[in-house]
């Protein structure tokens, strides 16, 4: 009763005690209090009312305290909505953090369709004995017979076996999925044998964000040897070497490479795999080094990374190890992504 004589008080300055409008405002809250029929049927009324029409609530007295009621209900009301409205939109942000677009991977499903495609039926194979003797001669199975093996090639084919590393070194440490928990040390084993061909499966798979590394896995294998600064600059000087000897070849070995290319299907596919695997390091050493939280200091070294293997290799001895950086470092970077 004290709180319904506040209400009065706040909504008028002077209401006269004798007023005839005032005792029926009274008696109907009596009745309200005696009956809870009516007064539920009061407050299902007041539902009604809309909170701007303050005019006609104001000439009948009785319907004072139901327009608090209605307020308050539609405040509850609202921030309910208003609730579920905010629960659904974080939701949706939720379903679309979680979701991924798959037309990265549909398109690199399609490449990689394409590219077996023309390995088994378009690349050229006029010499078939022949790219079988390269590569018997390659894998030192062969003796000296005097014949002497085209230093483009001999350089091709040894870069091709320091490739698997460098994609090693790029994608174990933070090129890993931890949401479909797809393991990637397969793909880089058959990436030895197939190059970006075994690789591109994977790729297509790949589903950010990497997970964490625990410190304890830096003093393991493989990342200790993948982290190593050793090895990062026996292979980025490995293959300055090979290129500078492939390079010192004279313009008659490289027309004599060229003719190979377009007649032998084993050296045309390794050309071609070697391109492959050079266009899609750059996006590696991207998302190494925004993993690493480096990107502010090291970008520059992004349009090296287009260079074949130097950049790339390059990158992975100037960067810095994990172990100078937070333990959660994979999981902070992967919302960068």
């Known amino acids: 009763m004290s709180a319904f004589t506040n209400l009065i008080c706040c909504s008028f300055s002077h209401v006269p005690q004798n007023s005839s409008k005032f005792k029926t405002l009274i008696q109907a809250r009596n009745l309200s209090q005696q009956s809870p029929l009516l007064s ?24 004072k305290g139901g327009l608090q009621v209605c307020q308050s209900t539609l405040n509850t009301q609202n921030s309910e909505e208003e609730t579920g409205q905010d629960k659904g939109l974080s939701d949706n942000n939720n379903n679309n953090k979680e979701g991924r677009d798959w037309t990265t991977s549909v398109l690199l499903f399609v490449l990689w369709g394409a590219l077996m495609y023309y390995v088994f039926n378009l690349a050229p194979g006029q010499t078939p004995s022949r790219d079988m003797y390269f590569l018997e001669k390659l894998l030192n199975l062969k003796g000296d017979d005097g014949f002497k093996m085209n230093e483009v090639l001999v350089s091709l084919w040894y870069i091709m076996g320091l490739w698997p590393l460098v994609y090693s070194m790029l ?6 999925s931890s949401k479909n928990n797809i393991p990637t040390w397969p793909f880089l084993v058959l ?7 075994a690789l591109l499966p994977y790729f297509v798979l790949w589903s950010p964000p990497p997970p964490p590394v625990e410190e304890n896995e830096l003093e393991k294998w493989p990342l200790n040897f993948l982290e190593s600064k050793l090895t990062a600059g026996v292979s980025l000087a490995a293959g300055i070497g090979l290129i500078i000897y492939a390079g010192l070849a004279n313009a008659d070995i490289w027309r004599e490479f060229y003719q190979y290319f377009r007649e032998s299907k084993f050296i045309h596919i390794m050309t071609l795999d070697f391109t492959l695997l050079s266009a899609f390091a750059p996006f590696w050493v991207y998302n190494d080094m925004t993993a690493r939280k480096w990107y502010n200091k090291g970008f520059w070294l992004l349009p ?6 130097i950049g790339p290799a390059l990158y992975l001895v100037l960067r810095p190890s994990l172990s100078d950086l937070p333990v959660t470092v994979s999981t902070t970077t992967s919302e960068q992504n």
């Open 191 to 197: 990436s030895c044998f197939g190059g970006a061909y």
């Open 304 to 309: 090296f990374s287009l260079v074949p293997f």
């Open 40 to 63: 539920k049927r009061t407050s299902n009324f007041s539902v009604f009312l809309k909170p701007h029409n303050h005019k006609p609530l104001i000439s009948l007295f009785q319907q």
């Open 171 to 176: 994608l174990i440490p933070t090129g890993r």
